[in-house]
Each structure stands twice: as C-alpha cells, then as structure tokens.
C-alpha cells in the first residue's frame, strides 16, 4: 500500500553530523504530518521531531537546536539534519506518516523499517 525507506544512518563521531531521509511511495493521496522517531537499545520509543503538512514544527528538548526536521511535499520525502551528535542519540530512527491512502481515502499511519545511528569515538 504505502511504504516508507529510510536512509541514511551509519557511525559518526561525537559532534559530528548526519542527515536521514525518508522516501514515502505507493498509494498515496497526501501524506499529513510526518515524524522521526528513536528507539535505543532498552528503551521505549519516543518522538524526535514532527512537522505538519504547512511546516510547523515540534522537537524533543534533548535535540532542540541541534536537529531540523523537513519535508519536501512534491516528493513525498522526510527529513532530519542532525548536527553536535551525542553518544546519547545512538538509536534506531524510524520514519512515520500520517497518509491519506489514495483511492479510499482513509487515514492511515505507517512507519519505515528504521536507520541505525551510532555516535561512538
């Protein structure tokens, strides 16, 4: 129906950068907000940085100032510049969309199959 690829991840040094994509395909009418989120080993997964259709924005405290999170609608594509990362931001990161599915048009939420990011010297 609807997929999401997310690229991008790999190791980076403490205070290095790194930018995930997103690339949503399939049966899509438009998508409405999108979101990174993370999971680290033992921990539940929590949201990173969400932008709506229009482009307003939320952010984790712990990354405020440090990540920006956008979205090209054209292309149906998410992303998230990460810059000063921490060991602490060592997860998997997965994409998530809210998408209008084309044809139904029902709501439907969908997630990618996660990028690993490990900041480690």
């Known amino acids: 129906q609807v997929q999401l690829v997310e690229s991008g991840g790999g190791l980076v040094q403490p205070g290095g950068s790194l930018r995930l994509d997103c690339a949503a395909a399939?049966?899509?009418?438009?998508?409405?907000?999108m979101g990174w989120y993370r999971q680290a080993p033992g921990k539940q997964r929590e949201l990173v940085a969400e932008?709506?259709?229009?482009?307003?924005?939320n952010y984790e405290d712990s990354v405020k100032g440090r990540f920006t999170i956008s979205r090209d609608n054209a292309n149906n594509t998410l992303y998230l510049q990460m810059n000063s990362l921490k060991p602490e931001d060592t997860a998997d990161y997965y994409c998530?969309?809210?998408?209008?599915?084309?044809?139904?048009?029902?709501?439907?939420?969908?997630w990618g199959q996660g990028t690993l990011v490990t900041v480690s010297s």
């Open positions: 998530h969309a809210v998408v209008v599915v084309k044809l139904s048009y029902r709501i439907r939420e969908f």
């Open positions: 399939g049966f899509i009418s438009s998508i409405n907000d």
């Open positions: 932008i709506t259709r229009s482009g307003s924005t």
